[in-house]
Structure formats: C-alpha cells, structure tokens
C-alpha cells in the first residue's frame, strides 16, 4: 500500500464518510445532518442561510429542529439507513452559537452511543466550549479555518459578536484566528479528530490555503477539506474557483495534512451517503427533490 492510500484514520475507516480518505471507506457509511442550530456568531461574506427544499448547499434546511426532537429523527433515520454511523450537526448556523447543538448531542449520546456524533464549527466558541463538547460524547471536529493570516481573514467574515460585543476588521480576524487554533489545539489534545474546511475564494485565500493547512496541522488538526466557493452573499461578484485553482490549492494543503476530497456541500439536514445516496425526504417528509 502506498501512504495515499492508507487510511490516515483506520478507527473511522469504513465509519466516517468524511474521515475516509479512501472511496470505499467514503461510501461505506451514513451521516445525517441534525438542523438544530438556530443562530451564528460571525459574519462571513459568502453565507446566505436559508430554509427550502430545493437547495443543496451548507446553511439550507427544511426547517430547524428543536433539541429534544432530535432522538425520534435519529431514530427514524436509523431504520431508513441501517449503515447509518455518524449524526453531524453543521448548522444551519453556528452550532456553538447556541445551545441546542450540545444538547441535542447530549441526548443522542445517552440513547444511541455507538453512534459517531460529528460537529462542525467556525471554532470562535471552541476553546470555552470544548469541556462540553467532550462531556457531549462528540468524536469528530470540523473547524472553518478561511485564512490564518488576519489581513485575509479580515476580507472573508468581517464581523464577530464576541463577549457581547462586536467586533470588526482586524480586530475580528486576530480573536477569530485565535480562538480557532487554541480550539483545534485544546481538542487534539483532549482526543478528538480534527479536520480542517477552507473555502477556496478566487482572489481573497486561493494562494493561502497551504499556510492554513500548515498552520492548522501544527495546532493539531490531522486532516484537511478545500471546498470551492459557491459565489453568493457579498462574494457573488467572485467565480467559482475553476479546475486549476482547486488542483494547485488542494496539492499546496497536500504538504501539511491529509486531504479529504469526497465533500458533497451537503445540506444542514441532510442524510445518506454525501454524493451517493439522500434519503432525506422519506426522513424530513417534505417531498424534497433527491441530490
Ligand atoms: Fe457532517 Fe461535516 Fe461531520 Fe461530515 S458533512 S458535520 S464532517 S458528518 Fe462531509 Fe458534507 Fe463535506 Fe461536510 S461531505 S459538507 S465535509
Ligand atoms: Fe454562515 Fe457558517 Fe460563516 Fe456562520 S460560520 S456566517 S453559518 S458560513
């Protein structure tokens, strides 16, 4: 076996479709996304969240979801998707921003633990949270991390609510960055996995993400997901980053981390296989058009 195709996470192998480096591995499991939390605690350019049926992208969900509904839909999903491993919570907005995310969790851990639960954040609330996280049963971490460099970071979500009050410019993307890599540090070292998404933005991060991937490894993270932009909000005057960019910045964040390259742009309430299977409208009961 050549190091590309060993799997870098041999305990999520096969368990994980967004920890599997390989194909197979990608596809052999099921993740449902819970759309449980309500708000987010910055502001990044190109976020245009939304509820509908039709879109299939990050920050669009059928509807939200209170805390405490979460263990029936579970429970629905398990007898729809009998390979179903991993319950992700990726929105609609920030799930640290709120407490329905840890909560949630905390009930599914209690009634389904073998369950993987898998969170994603912008990692602003990381380091004050992370005790919670890991007292919730979550194994699997997912930070944004746009830029390290805050001049970057500045352009990409220019506004923070932090401590109750605002920030902005500069000063917005130090406490971001910050916090982000004291967060990936603090939940290495308490045992979780840690992968890293970069949104890949034609003229703003598209010769940066190199310096993320090796900034971010160095803080603990093991591996790395370069999403394209999808233009809308304040960037929708920026294209979609072509073949190339994606090529050239996937291999530059190839020196640092592993690369995960199967991401599907799912959904906040998605559920199935990301790019395979979407079995979220017998779950959500909506009508929903399949991926
Ligand atoms: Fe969901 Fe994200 Fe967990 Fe996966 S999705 S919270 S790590 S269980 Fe996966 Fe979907 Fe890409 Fe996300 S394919 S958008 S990377
Ligand atoms: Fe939107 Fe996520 Fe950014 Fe919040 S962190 S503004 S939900 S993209």
Redo the contacts with the bound molecule.
């Keep these: 076996r050549t190091a590309a195709s060993t799997p870098a996470f041999p305990e999520l192998e096969g368990r994980?479709?967004?920890?599997s480096i390989t194909a197979a591995g990608h596809a052999a499991s099921a993740?449902?996304?819970l759309p449980v939390s309500p708000r987010c605690n910055i502001a990044c350019a190109f976020c245009r969240r939304d509820f509908n049926d039709v879109e299939h992208r990050?920050g669009v969900a059928s509807r939200l979801i209170a805390p405490d509904e979460a263990e029936t839909i579970v429970a629905r999903a398990l007898t729809l998707l009998p390979n179903l491993a991993?319950?992700?919570?990726?929105g609609p907005g920030d799930p640290l921003a709120s407490d329905h995310a840890l909560d949630a969790f905390r009930r599914i851990h209690a009634r389904f633990p073998d369950l993987?639960l898998?969170?994603?954040t912008n990692g602003l609330r990381l380091p004050d949270r992370i005790d919670e996280i890991v007292a919730a049963g979550v194994a699997?971490l997912?930070v944004t991390v746009n830029a390290v460099d805050p001049e970057i970071q500045a352009r990409i979500a220019p506004k923070i609510g932090w401590q109750g009050r605002g920030l902005s410019g500069r000063a917005a993307a130090e406490r971001l960055i910050a916090n982000q890599l004291a967060g990936i540090a603090a939940a290495a070292a308490r045992g979780l996995t840690v992968?890293i998404?970069t949104v890949l933005i034609p003229e703003i991060n598209e010769a940066h993400v190199g310096e993320v991937a090796r900034v971010t490894a160095a803080a603990g993270a093991r591996v790395i997901?370069v999403?394209p932009l999808i233009p809308q909000g304040d960037l929708a005057h920026l294209p979609a980053p072509g073949i190339v960019a994606r090529a050239r910045a996937r291999a530059a964040a190839a020196e640092h981390l592993r690369v995960?390259s199967?991401?599907?742009?799912?959904r906040a309430d998605?559920c199935g296989i990301?790019?395979v299977s979407d079995v979220s409208a017998e779950l959500w009961g909506d009508g929903r058009v399949a991926e």
Excluded: D, Q
């Excluded at 994980?16 to 920890?19: N, T």
């Excluded at 991993?86 to 990726?90: N, R, Y």
């Design positions: 994980h479709p967004c920890f993740r449902l996304h990050p991993v319950v992700g919570i990726a993987v898998c969170l994603s699997t997912t992968k998404n997901n999403i995960f199967h991401c599907a742009r799912c998605a990301p790019g």
